[in-house]
């Protein structure tokens, strides 16, 4: 075995890579680029060599770079992780030549499996079934055309060297296949600086079902299960589970051998991913549509079903060890699903976002593995993957793996840029996806439900943040007390208080409405009014930010994450956004953004409205801040005067930075 591995990749896989290498008794190296300085990963890793700029091409892409850190840093072996440099047969070729060894297929089998048309045209070869199409060189877009009007519409369009559902159209008429090719084409030359395409028949629907496999250098070519990965966006898995459910098992074992029969036709060795289509309900047809020569994202669920882990496994087959296991030792118990949690907007076709963490709150061990590159108050960059966690669920079957992922999203918050929490947990509720009925159109069917979020907030997450609000008062104003005099007979801790109001005020803003509670102390809890009629409510809080929430003597459990002016209240996995407006300033219209003068997220001055010294008066328009391809207005929450405007166009501001300095006026006296 190996005593030091260099991990050339960030975030969560390079964490997950570093905790097997060190539960194994290896010394681990990390790679950053100036965005990742203190990024979870680097601080992990034992040592952390810079690599470059913040943009991948420049760091985590460059293979002269990264073999640098490595022969520096005395590494012996290499892991690519997934992404990035994970695939390119150059790199492989790179380390071996700097002697060191590339925990990975070797370059041929990279390469023989990178066109996606040539590994269609081995796996004919190998006898394993493939999507009905054409993968010929000729590029003619007459020749493409004509191949798809065989094919019969609706086609897909593929970049053959594609990958993350880039360069991909659906045609489904004669008349849009020009335009759809071209345009195709325009986003693989982009992406991979490659327009070559190959032609499918559009397989509706469809379910996603992979195998993993795994070879070592002795010969030995196995699977380990299947995978189903079919709660798809944008052509881009969310959330994957093992087994896949509802396979016969003769269609389980023909993909199986298909796979490593695919594995063994390019001499693969390592960690493998054969993927197929396979129509729903059809008793033994499959199609190859690609092998991916790496660890997939969605590993831990094949971990969770066999108990093994499979990082340890590329080491041990890298290091020249046999596969730990055979074939029929292999069990397989009870059922895993992953759930990817992304900094991204659902709402906005999945728009990801960036931003810091400014509070997180994953689930707990005892509800789910989680697989996370970043911690509470890191950022979010623009620059890669906006991926949070992968939470990861097990159950002794199907059934009570979602219901683990329910509870699992339900202990989970973020108060920080908008993600896709609150669309998880309306998979995992939904019946469909309960009864196992799923393919790649799932999301898209069930896309009004899925987006749909409660119209109204609840009294209980309301009440919560109420709650939470009022005992955050209560013990900053003990710790005051405290500070002032410990020895007082006022610092005795009573909760009765000399001139205590009857009623605390509290004013806070929800989902675009504002609601202006009253708190009146009753008993060990509190009365509360404001929220649809009046009610008595308590709270019990832990560290982590769980909470139960007791309105009427019904006891709730949710998630409370408390910092600044905000608060997020997680229910059920919907995520409640709230802020607490002063009850003394004047109300603020709706545009007014909390009255704050800083820039909402990191983005871009587009424009500035003012100058100093101007006259502005309640609601003027400011300054606007392009963030995320939107547009924010920043306006004055109060009438004034510009004392100071602190960037100009074409700036970069960073998320809170103060964009202007208004002095308070009184409002000039109507004439
Ligand atoms: P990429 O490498 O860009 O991820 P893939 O070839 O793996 O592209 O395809 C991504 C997804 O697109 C698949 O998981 C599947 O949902 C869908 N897909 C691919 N090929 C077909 C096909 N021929 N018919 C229907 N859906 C397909």
Redesign the pocket.
Known sequence: MFRKILIANRGEIACRIIRTAHRLGLAAVAVYSDADRAAAHVALADEAWPIGPPPARESYLDIDAIIAAARASGAEAVHPGYGFLSENAAFAEACAQAGLVFIGPPPAAIRAMGS?SAAKALMLAAGVPV?P?YHGDDQDPDRLAAEAHRLGFP??I??VA???????R?VADAQEFGAALAAARREAEGAFADQHMLI?????P?R?VEIQVFADRQGHAIDLFDRD??I?RR???VIEEAPAPGLGAELRRSMAAAAVAAARAVGYVGAGTV?F?VPPGAADAF?F??M?TRLQVEHPVTEAITGLDLVEWQLRVAAGEELPLARKELRRRGHAIEARLYAEDPEREFLPQSGRLRRLRLPPAELARVDSGVREGDTISPYYDPMIAKIVVWGEDRAAAVGRLRRALAATAVLGPATNLGFLARVAAHPAFAEGAID?GFIERHRAALLARPSEVPAAAIAAAALHRLAARASAARAAQTAADRFSPWAENSGWRLGEPAAQELVLSAAGRSYRLAARRCGPGWQLEGVRGMFAAALTLADDGACRVTIDGVGRSLVVLDEGDALAVSLDGETWVMHEIDALAPPAGEELGGGKLTAPMPGKVTSVLVSRGSRVARGDPLIVVEAMKMEHTIRAPVAGIVAAIRYAAGDLVEEGAELVALEPAAPAEPG
Request: net charge positive; hydrophobic share 30%.
């Open positions: 996606k999507v199409g086609v897909l593929k970049a594609g990958g993350g559902g880039r360069g991909m659906i499918e028949k559009y397989i509706e469809a996603h990965c079919s798809q052509h881009q898995k993927e289509i199609f549509i690609e991916n790649t």
